[in-house]
Every structure is written in C-alpha cells, then in structure tokens.
C-alpha cells in the first residue's frame, strides 16, 4: 500500500510523542515530511533521523546552527524560524498534526489547512484565538478538521451517526485539575510544581497549568463552540474527577451518548490517525470494576473563574477569545516564572478583557495582530505586579 504522509508540528512534546509513539507501531503505513520543534535540536534531529523525515524544523532560528549539526549527514533538510514553520507545513501532508502550544502555533496549522489535507488538531489555542477564521479556512480549502483533544474527540465519535440539530446537549467533562478539592486561601499559595502534577494526565507544562486553573476547560468550551455548532447555551461543563467519560451528547430524545477510555492520549491520538477506520495501541484496557466509582458534579467559577470568563468572551465573540487567550498565555508564563501568584492568572485575564476590545479580525494576520497586542498589554500588567 501507498504510504500516507504526514507532518507533525510540535514533535517533541507530549503529544507529538505520543503520535510518534504510534507512528512507530505501523511500519511502511506512514512517510514523514516536517517534523518541529521550537528548539529541542538534539532531540528533533533523533526523531527526524529515526523516521527519515524530509525536513526538520526548529521555529526558534537560534536552535538552527544546533539542528544542522546533528543532522549532518542524515538526507534530512533543516530550517529555523516561524516563517519556515509555515513553509514546512505548507509542504501539505495527508494528514498534519498540529500539536505546537499556544498561539505560536496557528500560522504553520493554518498553512496545513490551506493545502486543504486533514489537519488533527491538538493546539487549541489556534482554533480559540482564530475562531471563524479559521473555520472558514476549513471549508474554503475542503480541508477535514479531526479534534485530538481529548473531550473534542469523544464529542466527534459521539456524533457519528448522529445529527447535530437532534443534540441538546454537550457536556465536556473536566478532571477539575490538581487543585479542584482545595480551598480559595490554599490556592492563593499554590506553587508551579504544584500546579504541574496533574492527577490523571501527563501533559506539557502550560495545558496543565491551564488544568489547573481551569481555563483549559474554558478554552475547551471555546474550541467546542468552534467545531460543534450547537450554540453556546447548549454547552455544558462537568466535572468528573476520574477521566473515565471523556465527553457526552446528549439528544432530544434523552438518549446521552459518551465515549470512555483510559487517560492517555494515545486513544484519541490513534482515532484521528485511522479515522474513519480504528487501530491497535499499546493502551491499557478500561478496567471499570478496578475503577469502581465514576463521580460528577457541577464546577465552582467562584474558586474557578476560568471557565466563566471564556463562557464571556466566546458570548461577546469577535477577538475577545484571542485576547482571552494571549492574556492566560501571559499571566501562565508569569506563573511558571515565579512573578505572579496561581490566583492573579484569571484575574489577569479577567482585567486584560475589561481593558482591550478590538474589533473582529476578518483575516490571519489580524488575529496574530490582535494577539500580539494582548501579549504585550499582559506582560505589562505582569510587569506591574
Ligand atoms: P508540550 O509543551 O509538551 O509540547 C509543545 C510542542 O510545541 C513541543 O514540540 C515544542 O517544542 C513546540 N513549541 C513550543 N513553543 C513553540 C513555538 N513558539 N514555536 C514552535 N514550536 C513550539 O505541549 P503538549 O502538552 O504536547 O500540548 C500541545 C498542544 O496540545 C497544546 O495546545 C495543548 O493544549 C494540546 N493538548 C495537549 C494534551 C496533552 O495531553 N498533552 C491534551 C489535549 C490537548
Ligand atoms: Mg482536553
């Protein structure tokens, strides 16, 4: 059979591995063209070398005399930069895992989904910042958006079959993070490290932050309202400490319909990867009776604001996601660094929203301009802080 050909954007990270990890079990099924990292030169230049990519791709131009390097001899071309992140997944592959964190990541995703491929899309950020403009992009190019995260995915395969105008619901389920049974002074004091260890999932160290805080929930209601189109008011979060139920539908008739798996995003990952057919992982089988209990209860916005204020911003629409979401990849850097408390990153959000309005971006370039100018309102109230 014809190899399908596919290009990995954020290679090195958690979920870039895990794809890789899967790559790997399906030798001849798959050709390799980009693979990148933001640095990581030695280690981008491994993975390139073991599956003989065509091209690896270092988006901080630093890491490039590195890349070079270690890949001498290998047949492998390097490039550095943003720009040759956009040229890498212009190339157009098959399919085109997008899986860079944050908004850095929307400009190499929208190129792969100009080349109107399949695009699974882990990097949310992209799809909350760019919103229409990026769906519109979809359906301009023909292209076929496949949800990697692990709520989007379970909603999709749940609405297999189904039609989105009989949904009533959907329900996002959240682990409610490291600190969902802690108390509002306990969270004021709430360390990095602390923040990092989530209980269920291993994930780089801005989505668990954002797990923690619960704005990875409120970026994910953001993401739903994008790729589902059921409307706002039929979009509900659950809090679900076990991660058994990765998401529900709910439809008019009162049947719910939810898709269960283990923690591990491998199973999702694999999903996008053999859509609309499935294949074999290395995951742990479900064990529900090891399991035992599967609990649910309604999230606290008083403890967590997070998901309140993206609930706001997807209602008020236009840039507000984006300015929602370059302020929270802010205030979490700021976090991470030791500058500002656990507590002050959704307030920070909270005050970057009241302050900046700009008009709806209509293009890519406004977006990137949009969030360029809500980074920098960020960091000087971090500054401040
Ligand atoms: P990670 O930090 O482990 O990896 C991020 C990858 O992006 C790395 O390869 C890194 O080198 C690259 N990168 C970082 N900054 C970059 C920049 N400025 N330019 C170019 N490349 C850059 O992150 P992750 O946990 O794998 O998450 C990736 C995306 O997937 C995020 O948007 C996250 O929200 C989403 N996601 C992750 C998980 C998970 O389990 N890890 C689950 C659902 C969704
Ligand atoms: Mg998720």
Same mark, same amino acid.
């Given at each position: $059979?014809? !190899?399908?050909?596919?290009?990995?954007?954020? %290679?090195?990270? /958690?979920?870039?591995?895990?794809?890789?990890?899967?790559?790997?079990?399906?030798?001849?099924?798959?050709?390799?063209?980009?693979?990148?990292?933001?640095?990581?030169?030695?280690?981008?230049?491994?993975?390139?070398?073991?599956? /003989?990519?065509?091209? =690896?791709?270092?988006?901080?131009?630093?890491?490039? !005399?590195?890349?070079?390097?270690?890949?001498?001899?290998?047949?492998?071309? +390097?490039?550095?930069?943003?720009?040759?992140?956009?040229?890498?997944?212009?190339?157009?592959?098959?399919?085109?895992?997008?899986?860079?964190?944050?908004?850095?990541?929307?400009?190499?995703?929208?190129?792969?989904?100009?080349?109107?491929?399949?695009?699974?899309?882990?990097?949310?950020?992209?799809?909350?910042? +760019?919103?229409?403009?990026?769906?519109? %992009?979809?359906?301009?190019? =023909?292209?076929?958006?496949?949800?990697?995260?692990?709520?989007?995915?379970?909603?999709?395969?749940?609405?297999?079959?189904?039609?989105?105008?009989?949904?009533?619901?959907?329900?996002?389920?959240? /682990?409610?993070? !490291?600190?969902?049974?802690?108390?509002?002074?306990?969270?004021?004091?709430?360390?990095?490290?602390?923040?990092?260890?989530?209980?269920?999932?291993?994930?780089?160290?801005?989505? /668990?932050?954002?797990?923690?805080?619960?704005?990875?929930?409120?970026?994910?209601?953001?993401?739903?309202?994008?790729?589902? &189109?059921?409307?706002?008011?039929?979009?509900?979060?659950?809090?679900?400490?076990?991660?058994?139920?990765?998401?529900?539908?709910?439809?008019?008739?009162?049947?719910?319909?939810?898709?269960?798996? &283990?923690?591990? $995003?491998?199973?999702?990952?694999?999903?996008?990867?053999?859509? &609309?057919?499935? $294949?074999?992982?290395?995951?742990?089988?479900?064990?529900? %009776?090891?399991?035992?209990?599967?609990?649910? *209860? =309604? &999230?606290?916005? #008083?403890?967590? !604001?997070?998901? *309140?204020?993206?609930?706001?911003?997807?209602?008020?629409?236009?840039? $507000?996601?984006?300015?929602?979401?370059?302020?929270?990849?802010? %205030?979490?850097?700021?976090?991470?660094?030791?500058?500002?408390?656990?507590?002050?990153?959704?307030?920070?959000?909270? #005050?970057?929203? +009241?302050?900046?309005?700009?008009?709806?971006?209509?293009?890519?370039?406004?977006?990137?301009?949009?969030?360029?100018?809500?980074?920098?309102?960020?960091?000087?109230?971090?500054?401040? =802080?």
């Amino acid at each position: $059979m014809h !190899p399908r050909s596919i290009s990995i954007l954020g %290679a090195t990270g /958690s979920v870039g591995t895990s794809t890789l990890d899967l790559v790997r079990r399906e030798p001849g099924k798959w050709r390799i063209v980009a693979l990148t990292a933001n640095c990581q030169a030695a280690e981008l230049a491994m993975l390139a070398r073991e599956f /003989s990519a065509e091209i =690896a791709v270092v988006g901080d131009e630093r890491c490039l !005399p590195d890349l070079r390097e270690a890949l001498t001899g290998s047949g492998v071309e +390097a490039a550095g930069g943003p720009a040759a992140l956009v040229e890498a997944a212009a190339r157009g592959a098959d399919l085109t895992v997008a899986a860079i964190v944050g908004c850095a990541g929307l400009a190499p995703t929208m190129a792969a989904i100009e080349q109107g491929g399949t695009v699974a899309l882990a990097n949310k950020e992209a799809l909350v910042s +760019a919103g229409e403009v990026m769906t519109a %992009a979809v359906t301009r190019h =023909a292209a076929t958006l496949l949800p990697v995260d692990s709520e989007h995915n379970a909603i999709f395969q749940c609405l297999a079959g189904g039609h989105i105008d009989d949904v009533r619901w959907i329900t996002l389920t959240a /682990s409610g993070g !490291p600190f969902r049974d802690w108390s509002a002074e306990r969270l004021a004091a709430a360390t990095p490290a602390e923040a990092v260890k989530h209980p269920n999932w291993s994930m780089g160290a801005k989505i /668990s932050v954002d797990s923690a805080t619960m704005f990875n929930k409120g970026l994910e209601l953001i993401e739903a309202f994008h790729l589902f &189109p059921v409307g706002l008011e039929r979009l509900r979060i659950i809090v679900h400490p076990q991660s058994v139920v990765h998401s529900m539908v709910e439809y008019r008739d009162g049947s719910t319909l939810a898709q269960l798996g &283990p923690s591990d $995003m491998r199973v999702p990952i694999a999903s996008t990867l053999a859509w &609309p057919g499935r $294949m074999d992982t290395a995951c742990e089988p479900l064990d529900l %009776a090891a399991i035992g209990e599967l609990t649910f *209860r =309604a &999230p606290d916005e #008083e403890r967590f !604001p997070a998901t *309140r204020l993206a609930r706001e911003a997807a209602q008020a629409g236009g840039a $507000m996601p984006a300015v929602l979401n370059a302020a929270n990849e802010v %205030a979490v850097a700021a976090f991470l660094a030791g500058q500002i408390r656990f507590t002050r990153i959704a307030a920070h959000v909270e #005050e970057i929203l +009241a302050r900046f309005a700009p008009p709806p971006p209509a293009s890519l370039e406004e977006v990137l301009a949009v969030d360029g100018e809500a980074r920098s309102r960020a960091r000087l109230l971090t500054e401040s =802080a």
